[in-house]
């Protein structure tokens, strides 16, 4: 969507555009407002980590996600409930932070490739899908680590609604920044003699 804008800016707008980013996955991620009744928090991680690739382009969300992911490693508290450290990878949580990066590069390469439709529906689809590509690579890792009774279908099915709420919020997100660019690119074409 941004990305052939910030494509075509000077470096200094481009490492703006990344430190905004990366400063708004650090502010945001951290924040869990819901718990399933089994402990896995419900968060905009799995959506900002998806949504930034698609909106910025799949090199400056991605590195913007890797950025994040190793501010957390670290030691900042930027993980769900505030968590963080090198332990955070290898614990029940791993697989989901480690699809983070997989799932933001598919979907941002993916939208590029769409990128001259200019369909939110399409960015709608892929926020989804990197949502889903997280929620499955992080279940197969949670439960190879805590032994987990529910078939892997109904621990799905109970995640599933979060899922939609998230992509919903992306995509009215994606809508109202489409707009927004639109219209900023036609004033500065109206304004251009």
Not at 43 to 55: D, E, R
Not at 98 to 125: D, H, R, W
Request: glycine share 10%.
């Amino acid at each position: 969507m941004l990305a052939t804008l910030i494509h075509d800016q000077a470096a200094w707008v481009k490492w703006l555009v990344f430190l905004l980013a990366v400063g708004l996955l650090v502010t945001l991620s951290p924040i869990t407002p819901f718990t399933t009744e089994d402990g896995i928090p419900i968060t905009l991680q799995s959506l900002l980590v998806v949504f930034l690739p698609i909106l910025l382009g799949w090199r400056v969300g991605v590195a913007a996600v890797v950025a994040y992911l190793i501010i957390g490693g670290l030691g900042a508290p930027v993980f769900s409930y505030g968590t963080y450290g090198w332990d955070r990878f290898t614990g029940s949580s791993g697989g989901f932070l480690l699809a983070f990066p997989i799932a933001g590069l598919l979907a941002g390469y993916a939208m590029e490739q769409f990128q001259n439709t200019k369909s939110v529906l399409i960015g709608a689809l892929l926020l989804f899908a990197g949502q889903f590509i997280i929620l499955g690579l992080g279940l197969f890792w949670y439960r190879a680590i805590i032994p987990v009774e529910e078939s892997m279908l109904a621990s799905v099915e109970r995640l599933l609604p979060g899922l939609f709420i998230k992509t919903a919020f992306g995509g009215l997100a994606l809508v109202l920044i489409q707009r927004l660019v639109a219209a900023a690119l036609k004033s500065r074409n109206v304004e251009t003699p």
